[in-house]
């Protein structure tokens, strides 16, 4: 399946036709496809551009976290679960650089994989990644997980990977008996590093919502424990979590000397079938 075959115009919605390095519907809206290979199908007027979604800053801290291997397993057991359905379109919505939608691309490589994110920096890196690896079967374009510029009921899985759950449009574009696979924070999840910026420490909150549309089928937890090592590594998990605009100057000094950290890596998968 060609990716034109489900992108709708983010403007009219009508269908799209590939004209070299472009995308034209058929009221003339065109888009075209950057260089790396990622498409910005934002819709006008919502947001500048320049300044939608996550840094490059924040993109290089991502992906050079995930180098060290520490969230390996989470997007193993994502693989896992996404492999006991019907898969041949998927969405990762809310996809940041693309390290959980490049290893599920990898996994999965007859399936058509699209990854959208605000981010143009985290699109455009997951495209460079992704044209590297020579992965065809991927493509990464910049767009709100509220407006998805794809067909009604073209997605067999969507998943939502630490990221706002956007109901409507969620169960707009899967199909009927589609998984929606919400990623969460379980109770433990990071609480070595907790313990080094805070002085008290509380177990996360674990919460699985009824959603519109959608019924719980089902929750797979994940819980590991892992040393992750240097100081850099360690800072750039820090920027990734919430604590970090939470978190005082004071407190984000107590992890200046820290070269190795200790703590739970756990997470929950909370898997919604479309009804």
Sequence with gaps: ????????????????????????????HSFDIAS???????????????????????????????????????????????????????????????YYTEGVADKFGVSSVIGFDMSKFGCEHGA?????????????????IFEMPVDDGCADIDINLFAPVANEDFLRVLATQGRLIVV??????????????????????????????FELAGVENLKYDATISGYDTIYNLFTMTPYYHRTSLEDKEKLKNVNELNTTIEVNFAIYKKL
Aim: charge should be positive.
């Design 36 to 98: 790396s290979g990622y498409i910005n199908l934002l819709k006008p007027g919502k947001m500048n551009n320049a300044k939608a979604g996550d840094s490059k800053e924040m993109i290089k801290a991502r992906s050079n976290f995930f180098l060290s291997g520490a969230y390996s397993n989470i997007r193993n057991k994502l693989c896992d679960i996404i492999g006991q359905y019907k898969n041949d379109v998927i969405i990762d919505a809310g996809c940041g650089e693309g």
């Design 1 to 28: 399946m060609n990716f034109e075959d489900f992108l709708r115009c983010p403007i009219c919605g009508c269908n799209f036709s590939r004209f070299e390095n472009s995308l034209k519907c058929e009221k003339g």
């Design 128 to 144: 460079k990644s992704a044209r590297r690896m020579d992965k065809s079967n991927v493509l990464y374009s910049v767009s709100s």
């Design 184 to 213: 969460s924070a379980g109770t433990k999840h990071l609480d070595g590093l907790k313990k080094i910026l805070y002085s008290d420490v509380y177990d996360n909150e674990e919460k699985f919502p009824s959603y519109d549309g």
